[in-house]
């Protein structure tokens, strides 16, 4: 490869004086030693962007790879004459294994491979969890796909009106509080659904995430269509002996996690009971022991987290599932809602399949283009998705508060004769 | 409906919109509502064997997917300038 062209990048390096690690120093580290040319336009082309307040991006098209309809997205420079390096600078999505463990030398190929067909620049990881090969122009797609396919076995994720790539927190390989297997239910139902993953099957994006416990690392709750948190149905396991050493400042709280500052000795009242959001705890100061109260008790782990040698969550453990949460595009951005409280699961989840698929199919056939999950519940009332559509029995925890409105609506069936009436028998009654 | 004809119906119904001067890129729900005989899983999966063998071929702007007959129609900018 010759000599690089260099683009006056003064905005730019700008970003290099910060406190962190830059990308500029990166990318320009990078383009020097690989002599890349990609590395420098891409750099020339932001300058431009900066200067513009605009993108010099052009994205979509017919680029993807044989059989699959996601995993690759078409990037195209609008400055293709100043750029030409990245005239076409498509993105490759690639499947990150449950829990984001890998082998090194695993990456290792990833990389020499994407250096070989691509720019070589990668981010770890997407949003959604992928990993991006960012850069490399159209002839390059099949050869890298054959190469990550058949030489490495690693697959492409989804894109566009797709299952997205599911994603999971780093559960029992890394964490005391896993609830469920959150990794194997995030593979099995990877390897379930191929083919909504890998061919469009959607009126948009759908996303499962899975979150080991209610303290939701991957924040399910805020980012996938179907969220898989793990929690419990009997009660809070309490070491009375434990949250006295708590409370008599033997145990850092919170596992230490704060101990870098002095915040004044532990107060059990200040920092777990008044914070309870259901108000469900009790600290008897004469009796020193703890009373929780499990039934008001909504497992968000707060108590828990702080107090992790004295509070344990429950031994009878399950699923609890949410749906609906999204970014904005056609409604603003919402939180997931409570679909199942609590479910206990076992592989190969046969019953969350049928779920799911029932899910799918009201939402293929009647939602609007770009209409995610949650927006056609916005549409047409929880309520009737719930009732008409998934048959299931609406029930406290679907309920945010207690309704404000008077009125009830009733459907005809739900009345007793429904809403025909004997006009003659009326008037004897009502003559007037 | 076999899956042949319902490949036959969805690349009749593409190319009437494309005769008609309509788009020429058209989502999964677009051809659902011209065939309402078939459950959009089918649609689906037909749809996505007729790209399998060269017929029609997806058009993505990384966020949705759209169909088109290979070689006909307008570029990247124009079809997806509504969604910006
Ligand atoms: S979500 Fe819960 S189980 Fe998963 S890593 Fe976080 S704390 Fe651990
Ligand atoms: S888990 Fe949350 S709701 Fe339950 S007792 Fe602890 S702080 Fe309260």
Known sequence: MGEVKKHDTPMVDDLKKGPWPSFVDDIYTYGEKHKKQACFDIMGQLELSYKHKETHWKHGGIVGVFGYGGGVIGRYSD?????????????????????????????????????????????????????????????????????????????LGGSG??????????????????????????????????????????????????????????????????????????????????????????????????????????????????????????????????????????????????????LKPGDDRGVCVLIGAKSVILEGAQLSTVLIPFMRVEPPYDELKDFIYKIWDYWMENGKNRERVGEIIQRIGLNKFLVDVLEIEPIPQHILVPRAEPYIFWREEEVPGGWARDLAEFRKRHPA | ???????????????????????????????????????????????????????????????TVMFGIPGVGIGVEEAFKKEE
Not at chain 1, 171 to 194: I, P, R
């Open chain 1, 79 to 155: 400055q293709q004459e100043r750029f030409p390096a990245i005239w076409a600078f498509h993105t490759l999505r690639v499947h990150h294994p449950a829990g984001k463990w890998y082998n090194t030398t695993a990456l290792r190929k990833l990389c020499e491979m994407w250096e070989h067909r691509g720019s070589g620049l990668v981010n770890f990881h997407g949003s959604t969890g992928d990993i991006i090969l960012l850069g490399t122009v159209t002839e390059q797609l099949e050869y890298t796909f054959y190469d990550l396919t058949h030489q490495l076995h690693w697959d």
């Open chain 1, 161 to 310: 009106s797709n299952l997205r790539s599911p994603a999971c927190c780093m559960g029992k390989s890394l964490c005391q509080w896993a609830l469920f297997d959150v990794q194997d239910m995030d593979y099995e139902l990877t390897m379930h659904f191929q083919d909504e993953l890998h061919r469009p099957a959607f009126p948009y994006k759908f996303k499962f995430k899975f979150s080991g416990c209610p303290l939701d690392c991957v924040a399910a709750v805020a980012r996938a269509d179907l969220s898989f948190i793990g929690t419990w149905i009997d009660d809070i396991k309490i070491d009375q002996e434990a949250v006295r050493a708590y409370v008599n400042g033997e145990i850092p709280p919170n596992a230490g996690a704060f101990s870098d500052r002095d915040w004044g000795p532990f107060d059990i009242k200040k920092e777990v009971i008044d914070l309870c959001p259901t108000q469900c705890m009790y600290w008897d100061e004469k009796e020193q022991k703890l009373y929780i109260n499990n039934k008001e008790c909504n497992r968000c782990m707060h108590c828990i987290a702080v107090m992790p040698e004295a």
């Open chain 2, 1 to 63: 409906m076999t899956k042949e004809e319902l490949k036959a119906k969805i690349l009749e119904v593409i190319e009437a919109k494309v005769k008609k001067g309509g788009k020429t890129k058209v989502y999964l729900k677009d051809i659902q509502r011209d065939i309402p005989g078939a459950s959009p899983r089918e649609i689906k999966n037909a749809a996505n064997e007729l790209v399998r063998e060269g017929k029609l071929e997806y058009f993505s702007s990384g966020s």
